[in-house]
């Protein structure tokens, strides 16, 4: 784990940021007159969920301990995270293990890209591979198809592998850590052994493991590289890096669970096809796929085990695809200040607003398999009906309610109580109001249960984290969401590898990234554009491979600044809705607190005295303003698209 992260687990905000200011509890928060400036009332909060702080005054800026520290202690990013590992009791490493940890993964890529060339010549033209080369014609796989995804062959040899790459110049540990070699009692051998080999790459085109499929029936049926620095196969999908194009041109992706089930389709034209690898589908994958397209097709395989995992995959996706803020009509409550018979009085009055709700950013489908075919096998037999299915997919929750409709007998009162247990979570789910209650009024319908019962049943806890969706709008917290760093590592690599984009760099403000150490990167990069990052703090050297890890397809000039504007646009949009949840977190702490029941038809002038009651109004005032004005940026954000001329 790199020291950063290691840090912020460790530390806790409230704790490094009560060892500078005096907090006071704030419902489930703390606040403080600001350190940075001067106040008489506090508008400075730590919020401890989101392991974060901001000045609602003067300030209006914010952060984690990173930047807290920094700007109290008024030093670098470098000073304050050896103070902060000081304070978190974790050890440093130095400056060159930094740089070996760097170097080491691009040695381990070159490792598994020469094992990849080595293998697939053994297919190609080594005696050894030619059980190999039969079974890869019976699955009916075509030369040029085998050629384009290197597959390969793994021989029986005990250290043929090892021999090629140490005479290549790597060394057994090298190749042991980048899980090509195993140790044992008699020191190091191949850990792949007569199989064909699928070289698995990264979302750039690097080999960083393999699959590996029996030939003899030896158990498993398929074995794939260990978890390594590079190798994470949760965080993987075959054939992604061949696909991604394809999947932008048809605003789609479907995934398949085998190897071979992706290869088959690529080579019938079916290029926007990836696969998770035989495993259930992880948040991680998902998150990868909603950078190019916002439709996913699930399409694994029709057995027992194949609707199992989708499933599974069903309960992640939909929360790795995110949310995004919509506006619906809506009616609340609202704390108003008005001059009754010239006295100043504030009341409640009910205000016709627009909400602002969570929308599923993308839309989960699934694709049922006729019989008990796989895809493989469909799309070699009838390529034509595969397309007619993947169009004909249904949307997630559909899937769901056939699948439990076939299972359950609904003709029983135990038989309605399952269906409600399965079918109640994926409804509450549902983030938009109308959708929700068709659903609900489905389910109703099929269990011949009046939909007032069927609420009131929901469980209190799952109802709870529904409102928490829908009140604040994908709350992705800083350093925490696996989508947005993604994003912000993209538009960092948009702008770091095109000089042309320097004009338009202050597009892209330091608030909108939600990390420290990509706030870092940017000012380095402004500093000194081009070469600035040559002189970065080494510790922001994992993140800046990361970043650069992040190849952009080779684009036009006109669609990089495109990419780019788009990219600055989402990141806005992101800064925004944090500030709103932040800004909902003051008022919910005023409501726990019975703060601003009080002041409900109280006169203000008759209790000017109570220089709390004052205090409170005056912070009710100024919440509303900041929210009117939130909501009205958010919409403005959604209304607008950047255009290229933007960056121009």
Request: glycine content about 8%; proline content about 5%; charged content about 25%.
């Given at each position: 784990m790199p020291p950063i992260d290691d840090i912020k687990q460790r530390l806790d905000i409230v704790s490094v940021v009560s060892g500078y200011v005096a907090l006071g509890k704030?419902?489930?928060?703390?606040?403080?007159?600001?350190?940075?400036?001067?106040?008489?009332?506090?508008?400075?909060?730590?919020?401890?969920?989101?392991?974060?702080?901001?000045?609602?005054?003067?300030?209006?800026?914010?952060?984690?301990?990173?930047?807290?520290?920094?700007?109290?202690?008024?030093?670098?990013?470098?000073?304050?995270?050896?103070?902060?590992?000081?304070?978190?009791?974790?050890?440093?490493?130095?400056?060159?293990?930094v740089q070996e940890e760097v170097t080491a993964d691009a040695r381990y890529k070159e490792a598994n890209e020469a094992a990849a060339r080595y293998y697939h010549n053994l297919l190609i033209n080594g005696a050894d591979g030619a059980?190999?080369?039969?079974?890869?014609?019976?699955?009916?796989?075509?030369?040029?198809?085998?050629?384009?995804?290197?597959?390969?062959?793994?021989?029986?040899?005990?250290?043929?592998?090892?021999?090629?790459?140490?005479?290549?110049?790597?060394?057994?540990?090298?190749?042991?850590?980048?899980?090509?070699?195993?140790?044992?009692?008699?020191?190091?051998?191949?850990?792949?052994?007569?199989?064909?080999?699928?070289?698995?790459?990264?979302?750039?085109?690097?080999?960083?493991?393999?699959?590996?499929?029996?030939?003899?029936?030896?158990?498993?049926?398929?074995?794939?590289?260990?978890?390594?620095?590079?190798?994470?196969?949760?965080?993987?999908?075959?054939?992604?890096?061949?696909?991604?194009?394809?999947?932008?041109?048809?605003?789609?992706?479907?995934?398949?669970?085998?190897?071979?089930?992706?290869?088959?389709?690529?080579?019938?034209g079916f290029a926007n096809v990836v696969a998770s690898m035989g495993t259930a589908l992880t948040e991680k994958q998902v998150g990868l796929l909603s950078r190019f397209t916002s439709e996913v097709v699930l399409a694994l395989d029709a057995d027992a085990a194949g609707e199992a995992a989708t499933m599974r995959g069903l309960e992640v996706a939909p929360e790795a695809m995110g949310q995004e803020a919509t506006a619906v009509p809506d009616w609340e409550w609202q704390w108003q200040r008005k001059n009754v018979n010239g006295r100043q009085v504030v009341t409640r009055a009910l205000v016709g607003v627009p909400r602002i709700i969570g929308k599923q950013k993308g839309e989960i489908k699934v694709l049922r398999l006729p019989g008990a075919k796989d895809p493989d096998a469909l799309i070699r037999d009838h390529p034509e009906e595969w397309q007619a299915l993947v169009d004909g997919s249904v949307p997630m929750l559909d899937f769901v309610f056939q699948s439990v409709q076939d299972k359950v007998d609904l003709t029983s009162p135990k038989g309605k109580a399952q269906a409600v247990e399965a079918l109640s979570p994926f409804i509450q789910d549902v983030a938009n109001p109308v959708e929700q209650a068709h659903y609900l009024q489905r389910l109703a319908n099929l269990v011949s249960v009046d939909e007032r019962t069927l609420r009131d049943a929901f469980p209190r806890r799952a109802a709870a984290k529904g409102r928490?969706?829908?009140?604040?709008?994908?709350?992705?917290?800083?350093?925490?969401?696996?989508?947005?760093?993604?994003?912000?590592?993209?538009?960092?690599?948009?702008?770091?590898?095109?000089?042309?984009?320097?004009?338009?760099?202050?597009?892209?403000?330091?608030?909108?990234?939600?990390?420290?150490?990509g706030r870092e990167l940017l000012a380095a990069w402004t500093r000194n554009p081009g070469s600035g990052l040559d002189h970065v703090d080494e510790w922001l050297l994992p993140r800046l491979e990361a970043v650069r890890s992040q190849t952009p397809p080779v684009m036009a000039e006109t669609l990089i600044r495109a990419a780019f504007a788009q990219c600055v646009h989402r990141l806005e949009q992101q800064h925004v809705r944090r500030l709103k949840a932040m800004h909902r977190a003051r008022l919910d702490e005023m409501e726990e607190d019975g703060r601003l029941l009080p002041m409900i038809g109280q006169d203000v002038a008759s209790t000017a005295s109570d220089a709390g009651a004052a205090s409170d109004a005056d912070d009710l005032r100024s919440f509303e303003s900041q929210e009117l004005q939130l909501n009205n940026q958010l919409l403005a954000l959604m209304k607008r698209r950047p255009e290229p001329s933007v960056t121009e």
């Open positions: 704030a419902g489930r928060n703390f606040k403080a007159n600001c350190p940075f400036h001067q106040e008489k009332t506090p508008s400075f909060y730590v919020f401890p969920d989101r392991q974060s702080w901001r000045c609602f005054g003067a300030c209006a800026t914010g952060g984690d301990i990173f930047t807290f520290v920094m700007r109290r202690e008024q030093i670098e990013f470098g000073p304050a995270l050896r103070l902060l590992a000081g304070k978190a009791g974790v050890e440093l490493p130095e400056y060159d293990r059980q190999a080369r039969e079974y890869v014609a019976e699955r009916g796989i075509w030369p040029e198809t085998l050629r384009a995804f290197q597959l390969g062959y793994s021989p029986q040899r005990r250290e043929a592998l090892k021999q090629y790459l140490v005479g290549q110049g790597f060394t057994e540990e090298e190749l042991v850590a980048a899980g090509l070699l195993m140790e044992g009692e008699r020191g190091t051998y191949d850990r792949f052994h007569h199989r064909l080999m699928f070289p698995i790459s990264d979302i750039a085109g690097h080999v960083v493991g393999f699959g590996a499929r029996t030939l003899d029936g030896a158990p498993p049926k398929y074995l794939n590289s260990p978890q390594t620095s590079l190798f994470d196969k949760s965080g993987l999908l075959y054939a992604l890096d061949r696909s991604k194009e394809a999947i932008r041109q048809a605003r789609k992706a479907v995934i398949v669970e085998g190897y071979m089930d992706a290869l088959t389709a690529h080579q019938h928490s969706k829908a009140g604040t709008v994908a709350q992705a917290e800083p350093g925490v969401s696996f989508a947005v760093d993604v994003v912000e590592d993209y538009c960092l690599a948009l702008l770091f590898n095109n000089d042309f984009l320097a004009p338009a760099a202050d597009l892209l403000k330091a608030e909108y990234l939600s990390s420290t150490d």
